[in-house]
C-alpha cells in the first residue's frame, strides 16, 4: 500500500523554484522520508532524506513539517533537465514504496 | 554512472523463449531489489535480497525467477512470458543494514514480449 500521496503533475518556469509537496500522514517516528527522480525510461536517482530536520545538499532541500505528517521537496533554481518524475518515499520493513509521484513539467 | 550496471538494455523475447536478465553492482551493498515498471504505472517491487538470501516476493509469478549468487550479483529468469510481461525492469542495490539507506538503481532493462 502506498504510504505517501503527491500531486499528479505540476508545471515550473525554468529558473523558478520548484515546490513539491508530499503528504505522508501515517509516517511512524523512525521513518525516513525519501525522494527520488525518474528521467524517462532510466532508474530513478536519489535526491535527498530526512528524518525530522530540515536537509540541504547540492540538488535540493527537504522541509519536513514539525508533526512530519507531510514534506516539501524544493529544486531552488528549476533546469529544464529538471524535468521528471518525483517520488516521495517511505521505507517500511524491506520495502521502499514507490507511489505514482509528481510529474514536474519546466518550461522554457 | 550510479555502480548499478543491468545488461541488456533492451531485449525482445517471444513467450516460448527462455531469457536471463543480469544486474551487477560494484558498491559492496548487502542487499538487491528487482523491480517491475510497466507503462504509465508506478514501481512494483518484485524481490528483494539481503545478504543473498530472498526475503521479499511480492506475489510474482513462477515464470519471473530470481537469483542471487553472490551479493554482487542479481539474475532474473524468464520463461513463458506473456505480452503483458513487458515492462521496465529496474535492479537496485543498498546498504541495508542502517537506520536509512540509499537505494542505488541500475538503468533498466526494456524487455517487450511479442
Known amino acids: 500500500d502506498a504510504k505517501t500521496t503527491q500531486p499528479p503533475s505540476m508545471d515550473c518556469a525554468e529558473g523558478r523554484a520548484a515546490n513539491l509537496p508530499c503528504n505522508h500522514s501515517t509516517i511512524s517516528g523512525n521513518e525516513y522520508v525519501y525522494w527520488y527522480r525518474q528521467i524517462h525510461s532510466q532508474g530513478p536517482q536519489y535526491i535527498i532524506h530526512?528524518?525530522?530536520n530540515n536537509e540541504t545538499n547540492e540538488m535540493a532541500s527537504l522541509i519536513i513539517t514539525e508533526d512530519r505528517k507531510s514534506s516539501t521537496l524544493i529544486l531552488p533554481h528549476a533546469t529544464l533537465r529538471d524535468t521528471a518524475v518525483y517520488y516521495c518515499?517511505?521505507?517500511?520493513?524491506?520495502?521502499?514504496?514507490f507511489g505514482t509521484g509528481t510529474s514536474l513539467t519546466v518550461i522554457p | 554512472e550510479t555502480g548499478v550496471t543491468q545488461t541488456p538494455r533492451h531485449l525482445v523475447m517471444g513467450m516460448t523463449n527462455k531469457k536471463s536478465l543480469k544486474c551487477e553492482q560494484h558498491l559492496g551493498h548487502n542487499a538487491m531489489y528487482w523491480y517491475k515498471q510497466s507503462a504509465k504505472k508506478p514501481l512494483e517491487l518484485m524481490f528483494v535480497y539481503s545478504l543473498e538470501e530472498r526475503v521479499e516476493n511480492n506475489s510474482v509469478p513462477s515464470r519471473f525467477s530470481p537469483e542471487c549468487p553472490n551479493s554482487s550479483h542479481l539474475f532474473l529468469h524468464l520463461h513463458t512470458l506473456q505480452p503483458e510481461d513487458s515492462a521496465l525492469y529496474l535492479c537496485?542495490?543498498?546498504?541495508?543494514?542502517?537506520?536509512?539507506?540509499?537505494?542505488?538503481f541500475g538503468s533498466g532493462t526494456q524487455l517487450s514480449v511479442l
Open positions: 530526512g528524518l525530522k
Open positions: 537496485a542495490s543498498s546498504q541495508g543494514d542502517t537506520s536509512w539507506e540509499k537505494l542505488f
Open positions: 518515499i517511505v521505507k517500511g520493513g524491506n520495502q521502499f514504496y
